[in-house]
Structures are given as C-alpha cells and as structure tokens.
C-alpha cells in the first residue's frame, strides 16, 4: 500500500509532458494486483493503461484493441510472462515487449529473447524513471523504424511508378493523335467513328492508370475522368474475363444482380480493377471447392453497391485494422500488399468508400459503395 501512495504521489507531481497528443496503449500483464496498479498509477498520466491479472485475459484485450506496449511479468500462473509475449508477438507484431521479472536466470533470458522477442527486461522493484524511459525510448525507435521503412517502400514504389508513368504517357500521345486522325479523316464514318471511340476508351483508361499511380506514391486521391455506366454491366464482364484464367477453376463464381440498379458515375477501367482485386484477394482466402458470390445492389436513395463475399477462413480483428495499408501483406514474398490500398484508393476517386466485415472462420466480404448520382 504504501508504493502505490508513493505511485499516486509520483503522478501527481509528474508533468504531463504528452498532453493533447494521441496516446499510446500500454498492457500490464501480472497476477498480483498490487503490482498492477502500482504500474498502472505511474503510467496512466502519460498513456492509455489496459490490465490483465493472466495470459488469456491478456490476448483477449490485445484481440480487441492492439496495445503498443506489453509489460508482462514472467511468473504468474497458468501462462509465464514469457508465452504471454510468445502468443503476442503474432497477435500484435508492431508491439514493443518487456518482461519483469525478479530472476536473473540465464534460461529466462534466452527464452524471452528467443520466444517472446521482447525489447528490454525489467528488473522488481521496477524503477520509475527507467520505466518511464525505456518506453518513451521504445516508441520512439519503433517511429523511427516504421518511418525508415515507408520512406525506402514509397522511394522503391516511386522510381518504378515515374517509369511506368514516363511509358504510358508516351502510348497516350500516340493514341491521341491516331484518335484525332481517324475522326477528321471520316472515309467511312461508321468504322472510323468506332475505332476512335474504342481508342478513347483506351486513352481514358490509360490516364485513369496514371492518376492512381501518381495517387499512390504521393499517397493523395486520384482524380478519374467519370462517365455514367451501368456497374452491372461492367461487372458481369470483368468476371466473365476473370473466371477464363486457371485461378478459379476450383472455385465457384456467382452473379446476383438486385432489379433497377441505377447508372453511376465512375471510371470504367478503374471499377474493372477494383472488381478484378476483390476476386484475386476471394480467391487467396478459399481453398479448393469454395464459393465466391459478387453481388450489385442499390438502396433506396440511389447510392450502389458492390459486394465481393467469400466463404474462406476469415481476418482477425487485428489484421482488419492493417489489410488496407499500403505494403501490409499476410502472403509473404508472395504479396506486394498493395492490391487492397489499391481498391481502397480506387473507391476514395470515386468518391466512395470500401469496407471489410469478416470474422474468422466465417468468411469476408468486401463492400464497396458509390456515391448517389444527383440528376
């Protein structure tokens, strides 16, 4: 009783030095109470404070919201401080780890290091000052790296998006000129009309493409060049297209259409990708046998939506959080990471939104919405 009236002492006489900033989330994890709220009354002026008195009330909590730093005592019934990281570490992987312990054992430590990837260790009686340091110090690096890291993906992606963009633009000036050269010639209108008219197709598509790379790499939204379509039409052909490759020839690929879905206005190329990414991510997520439905549908206001739904195994809460961040990938060098931030990106040019609902074992559906066309 007395440290934690020395805690409550400390508190108040300690300035609030992260005041009006969005504060982290630290988890405690110890069986003894006394600990917990000693810890909890010298970091809760400074961060946002989430305890557990055990291993599975701990995972639970970091399930349902990720905390950014883990303090967990290593010996505690049940599950030790050091599997309470081990299982935390593929629960929440961007948490920084600490393991308190009053034991200086030499397994303990390698075990910590190996298993539960943890950042420092933290002797009992835990020091205020060097709590409150080795945190701030913790997320500080943790910013630092995650900083380092976008910098080097968005420098990556740029120098292959200005080479792209350089190629494309130069097919478009082609295209223009050959489109404007076939409607002033007009030997045969109606064939010449045609050919000009898919060339514009192409050339709006092509400069859709550039606006969400340079989108992309200046992470902003792309501006379309939108047409009223009907997004039923584009959708039965971009799965007629999609389901010609090997990629579903074990999967079942369904159509509904609700009645009276009214035209939008949207970039014709840019809901083919969209529609194409949704069914390449259903795909990754069902096994062999499984079902994808692809659903159009409107409410009562007009506004139009599109449902991609599978029946795979579904995304935890945590990863919801991350799947629409750029180069966030569970497909290991397989996967780019970059498909859904697409789709997302896509949706924002639209002046849409795309959202996910999935629970594990159940299944995901991706919804994206278009805004009502006003007459």
Not at 81 to 97: H, K, N, Q, Y
Not at 216 to 239: G, M, Q, Y
Not at 348 to 363: F, K, V, Y
Request: charged content about 25%; overall charge negative; hydrophobic content about 45%.
């Amino acid at each position: 009783m007395a440290l934690i009236l020395w805690a409550r002492q400390f508190r108040l006489e300690s300035p609030n030095v992260l005041a009006n900033v969005e504060r982290p989330t630290v988890l405690i994890v110890d069986d003894e109470a006394s600990h917990r709220e000693l810890l909890s009354f010298l970091l809760c002026e400074e961060y946002d404070v989430m305890t557990a008195q055990d291993g599975p009330e701990a995972l639970a909590k970091a399930a349902a919201k990720r905390p950014d730093v883990v303090l967990a005592d290593y010996r505690m019934p049940g599950m030790s401080g050091v599997e309470v990281l081990r299982e935390l570490r593929d629960l929440c992987p961007d948490s920084i780890r600490f393991l308190v312990t009053a034991y200086a054992d030499t397994d303990v430590l390698r075990d910590s290091i190996n298993l539960g990837g943890i950042y420092r260790f933290l002797s009992k009686p835990v020091d205020s000052d060097i709590l409150r340091v080795d945190i701030a110090r913790a997320l500080e690096h943790r910013a630092d790296r995650v900083g380092r890291e976008r910098a080097e993906k968005l420098a990556v992606l740029g120098r292959i998006a200005g080479s792209v963009i350089h190629d494309i633009n130069n097919a478009l000036t082609v295209i223009g000129f050959i489109a404007d050269a076939l409607e002033e010639v007009s030997t045969d209108p109606l064939e010449v009309q045609r050919s000009a008219g898919e060339l514009r197709v192409v050339d709006r598509g092509m400069r859709d493409l550039v606006a969400e790379l340079m989108a992309l790499v200046k992470n902003t939204t792309p501006v379309f060049a939108l047409d009223s379509v009907r997004i039923e039409d584009i959708v039965r052909s971009t799965v007629k297209l999609e389901c010609r490759t090997d990629l579903y020839v074990r999967r079942t690929v369904d159509i509904e259409v609700s009645d009276a879905v009214p035209p939008v206005l949207a970039s014709r190329s840019r809901v083919q990708r969209l529609v194409t990414n949704l069914l390449r991510n259903a795909v990754a997520a069902t096994q062999d046998g499984g079902r994808i439905l692809v659903r159009v549908a409107s409410d009562a206001e007009g506004a139009v939506y599109i449902e991609v739904r599978d029946d795979g195994s579904g995304i935890s809460p945590e990863l919801q959080a991350r799947i629409f961040d750029p180069f966030f990938t569970t497909k290991g060098a397989e996967g780019a990471g970059l498909g859904l931030s697409i789709c997302a990106a896509v949706m924002r040019g639209h002046g849409g939104a795309l959202r996910c609902e999935s629970r594990p074992g159940e299944g995901t559906s991706f919804v994206a919405s278009f805004p009502v066309v006003r007459q």
